[in-house]
């Protein structure tokens, strides 16, 4: 029977459509993907091409003495630093001025590998740049949000194949955001409590969709998981934005972000994805009602009409059976 669930923190409905549902095997990329080159030359992000990109704001050398990640400004930014923030308000016409920061983090020297496959303390060194940058960015005052994003494959919207991650400064908090934060808000008038913190209290009783939980974190497939394996990573103490995770939590969160993208990558065949942080806003720093994670979404499917007209998605797996899947897969 088909269950429409909804997920109690962001009110957004899915139908669970166990009419078509598919087991998780069926998910498996069929696409045949010729293997990339360890270097390629034509790759602006590779050894060697580092003048075809502005200059690096961060780096991390390796024992060799050559750059093992590096920070480097978008050559073509969405959003620039360089203006002044105004705002309009001319009848239907409402905008403020462009401004913003955007960087790309090359995280490897190597052009054909991806965070499943790194060594833990690569993984690190990552998300320490996060941080870093994130801390960075936010202390221009004009700012509002940061959000750190990945694109692993063509259908995720990755133009350079090289393992590279964005962060984004913006001087406005977007509607999908906004919104977020507004549930939490009211969940937490209502109760007292977080909803985030709920929901991991509530998966780690259940246990079943679970994928990978360490010392700080856990991955789950969501109760109301919106699409194939679309999963969340929460940290388990509450903190509402990623600039206060601290040392012990990044080592934490290298081993389960880079466990559960290997069983994506094995149980799978390595197949599209994005994963963003969401993080409260700059200025909600230890508030009480919201709770930063990470949010995966496979790209195994392509959205269609219903979702466009609805704003609903249809899910045509079970969390629960992703869930177990992924639990079982050897990250080798
Ligand atoms: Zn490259
Ligand atoms: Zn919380």
Redo the contacts with the bound molecule.
Sequence with gaps: MPEIRQNIATKEWVIISTERAKRPEDFKTSKQKEPLPEFSEKCPFCPGNEEKTPYETYVVNGPNGKWKLRSVPNKFPALISDLTLERKNEGIKRSISGVGNCEVIVESPIHNTTMALMPENDVRDILLAYKNRYLCMSSDPRMKLIVIFRNHGLNAGASIEHPHSQIFATPVIPFHIRTRLEEAMRYHDETGE?V??KI?KDELNEKKRVVVETGSFLSIVPYAALSPFHMWLLPKR?MSTFAEINDNELNDLARNLKTTLAKIYYGLDNPDFNFAVRTGPIADKEVEHY?WYITITLRLLRTAGFEIGSGMYINSSIPEENAKYLREIKTR
């Design positions: 977080c985030f913190c991991t509450h709770h």
